[in-house]
Structure formats: structure tokens, C-alpha cells
């Protein structure tokens, strides 16, 4: 993913044990951004029976920081997957120069 020339989103859905259970390139996106349809999201979560997720996406610019949008959107994925007792274990943003783990940041 890093070295992609447009955003990309990949969710890894994990079952109860930990193990995973699909590994899906959700959205593509430009070279600046991607659409992130959260409901989409948390009804493949569901279809999978999936109680854990990890969500990751890539900066083409190199730089792995997470923009203002990506820290809404985030927020926003962890607190309506909380409600639906769908865990977000991570986000994390991978660039060609290094990445960003919003769990290990104390994002979340």
C-alpha cells in the first residue's frame, strides 16, 4: 500500500479468536483522498460476524500523518463500532516514508 499513487482503504476483520477472517480493499480513492463510507463499512463488519476490526489506509504524499479528516472519521468509526460492540483495534496510515498507528498515538 505504500507505494500506491492513490489512496487505498483496507479493513483485516477478525473473528472472536483473533484470527482473520477477511482481508478487503474496501475503497479506492485519488491520489489525495478517498471516500470513506462508514456505514458500509460496519455492514460488511456485521455480514463478516466480525466482532474486531483493523482499518488502514495509505498516503501517497509520503507524509503519515493523519489529516484532520482522518482523525473525525477515526473518532467517529470508533465510537458507532463501541455501540455495536465491534472493536476498532487500530487505524493506521502507511506512507513509503514510515506510518502512524492512531492506537500507539493515543488516538484512540
Known amino acids: 500500500m505504500a507505494a500506491l499513487a492513490e489512496e487505498q482503504v483496507r479493513v483485516l476483520f477478525f473473528n472472536d479468536a483473533c484470527d482473520a477472517i477477511a482481508?478487503?480493499?474496501?475503497?479506492?480513492?485519488?491520489?489525495?483522498?478517498?471516500?470513506?463510507?462508514?456505514?458500509?463499512?460496519?455492514?460488511?463488519?456485521i455480514a463478516c460476524g466480525s466482532p474486531m476490526l483493523l482499518f488502514a489506509?495509505?498516503?501517497?504524499?509520503?507524509?503519515?500523518?493523519?489529516?484532520r479528516a482522518d482523525v473525525e472519521f477515526t473518532r467517529r468509526l470508533v465510537r458507532i463500532c463501541k455501540e455495536?460492540?465491534?472493536?476498532?483495534?487500530?487505524?493506521i496510515i502507511v506512507s513509503r516514508n514510515g506510518s502512524f498507528s492512531f492506537r500507539n498515538l493515543g488516538y484512540m
Open 23 to 45: 482481508d478487503e480493499r474496501i475503497w479506492p480513492g485519488t491520489a489525495t483522498h478517498v471516500e470513506l463510507p462508514l456505514g458500509e463499512l460496519v455492514r460488511h463488519a
Open 84 to 91: 455495536l460492540q465491534i472493536r476498532v483495534h487500530d487505524h
Open 57 to 67: 489506509h495509505n498516503h501517497p504524499s509520503g507524509v503519515p500523518q493523519p489529516s
